[in-house]
């Protein structure tokens, strides 16, 4: 059964940095793609960037360019999203889920299994 726990959320100040971890059990972490999605209170879930499964390929969303990065351990079946220079509009639960692909960047509903989310709030 596949699982995925996020952490690393928490409060932190605008121009501030969090690094969210998704770790992964029940899968072979070379199998799926991972993508990375927030959901602000009152919006839609979005999504914000993946990452392949094997050659590290990654994309990211505009608004976030340049800010956010992700990496992936696959030794330690975790995939990492660093946010650095956090605005207040930056403030969501976000979510890491998989995709069977070994590269997919794509909608919400195209993913499988999803973590439980953790919360980014940046706020002074």
């Known amino acids: 059964q596949v699982q995925l726990v996020e952490s690393g959320g928490g409060l932190v100040q605008p121009g501030g940095s969090l690094r969210l971890s998704c770790a992964g059990s029940g899968f072979t972490s070379d199998d799926y793609a991972i993508g990375w999605f927030r959901q602000a209170p009152g919006k839609e879930r979005e999504g914000v960037g993946c990452i392949s499964s094997t050659d590290g390929r990654t994309s990211i969303i505009d608004s976030v360019k340049g800010r956010f990065t992700i990496s992936r351990d696959n030794a330690k079946n975790t995939v990492h999203l660093q946010m650095n220079s956090l605005k207040p509009e930056d403030t969501a639960v976000y979510f890491c889920?998989?995709?069977?692909?070994?590269?997919?960047?794509?909608?919400?509903?195209?993913?499988?299994?999803w973590g439980q989310g953790t919360q980014v709030t940046v706020s002074s």
């Open positions: 889920a998989t995709h069977v692909n070994s590269w997919y960047c794509g909608g919400v509903h195209d993913y499988d299994d």
